[in-house]
């Protein structure tokens, strides 16, 4: 009798531990709940542009995308959208700032197209509130595009194929051929540039074995470092602004005399506020910062825990959270480059000076 009770005491005693060692929580399950608190997985596509009740229509999104790889938007005809956000490349051109109209260099480094659906506003100094009205911005800069809406429109417009997917996507107009209808478009096809399904977006649906214990270790020094307290949401940054150089002030080279924000708003408060960079992709969107200067990912994380933090970061710390930073690559948008329609006996002809 009493071997019985003591045999139904361990297997008692047993099953309370087994289940209480399944409930238990474990390193990977507490970092899993803290970063789906901060973080957000892209998802795989969208219907709608988030910001706005606006059908993704086919007609619509395909008319964007031969616009966006249209370098005859430009006065030259020679830059497209696709120049300085290259969807071949990290949606951007991998150079420390554009080169526009006439071999012009731009002020800064270009941003990258992938994921922008999702950021509060367009630009480092959020001068545009929406991707429609960034479109209109590089085709009208001289150092970009140089062109003018009205070259705009009847470039458009002496093209029949334009003619007819312009009616396509605008059903409803009469005059389908607007300014504000190419950036419409744009907008749309650029709302489709998702990076779904990185290992962090499969870590953050719960695959704890997505990331591997060093990059684990990067997500927690990320998190504990402050980073994610200006680098967080569904694509770690693009919703905030924030003062470059919070704890030091960054070197004239590294500034390169930019004051950001405060040239948009003229208010003392956003001096050398700049918006807060996306982190998707970013070991594809190199060089770094608003000016460029830095081509290395690991030496941009060490000038972030010097200016913003005022900390020095480890050579081991910095190897960590650029391992996890690394599992922010998602999967790029495959997508078939359009044969462009040729040019009329009406086209506008290119200016080159």
């Known amino acids: 009798m009493k071997f019985r009770v003591f045999k139904w005491l361990s297997l008692s005693l ?8 399944l409930n238990a929580k474990t390193p990977d399950d507490e970092l899993l709940k803290r970063a789906r608190e901060l973080f957000k997985p892209i998802p795989e596509k969208l219907d709608r542009i988030p910001y706005k009740e606006v059908k993704l229509t086919k007609e619509l999104v395909e008319l964007g995308k031969y616009l966006y790889f249209e370098p005859r938007l430009s006065a030259s005809h020679l830059i497209s ?21 006439g071999w012009q260099k731009g002020p800064r480094n270009a941003p990258t197209v992938f994921n922008a659906v999702y950021h509060t506003a367009q630009f480092w100094d959020g001068r545009a509130k929406d991707l429609m009205e960034q479109a209109k911005g ?28 312009f009616k396509k996507a605008f059903p409803k107009e009469k005059d389908p051929i607007t300014f504000d209808n190419v950036a419409k478009a744009i907008e749309a096809f650029e709302a489709t540039l998702l990076t779904p399904n990185s290992r962090f977006d499969k870590f953050l649906k719960g695959d704890t074995k997505a990331l591997n214990r060093e990059e684990k270790e990067g997500l927690k020094l990320f998190i504990e470092k402050g980073c994610a307290s200006c680098h967080s949401g569904i694509t770690l940054g693009g919703h905030m602004y924030a003062p470059f150089g919070l704890a030091q002030k ?43 200067k830095v081509w290395n990912l690991e030496d941009a994380i060490a000038v972030m825990g010097t200016l913003q933090y005022g900390i020095k970061l480890s050579d081991d710390e910095i190897k960590k959270i650029a391992s996890f930073l690394k599992t922010l690559t998602g999967e790029r948008p495959r997508i078939e480059v359009p044969q462009l329609p040729p040019s009329t006996d009406k086209t506008p002809k290119p200016i080159t000076k």
């Open 14 to 21: 047993g099953v309370a531990l087994s289940v209480s060692y």
């Open 250 to 292: 960054p070197s004239p080279d590294l500034a390169a005399g930019d004051r950001g924000r405060y040239e948009v708003t003229k208010s003392p408060a956003d001096d050398y506020v700049f918006k807060v960079p996306s982190l998707r992709n970013i070991e594809l969107t190199y060089p770094y910062f608003h000016s460029g």
């Open 138 to 165: 590089p085709i009208q800069a001289s150092v970009e595009m140089n062109n003018t809406p009205e070259r705009v429109i009847a470039t458009l417009k002496s093209i029949p194929k334009y003619v007819e997917m």
């Open 81 to 101: 959208c696709n120049s300085c956000h290259n969807v071949m490349l990290g949606g951007t051109d991998n150079v420390e700032t554009s080169i526009g109209h």
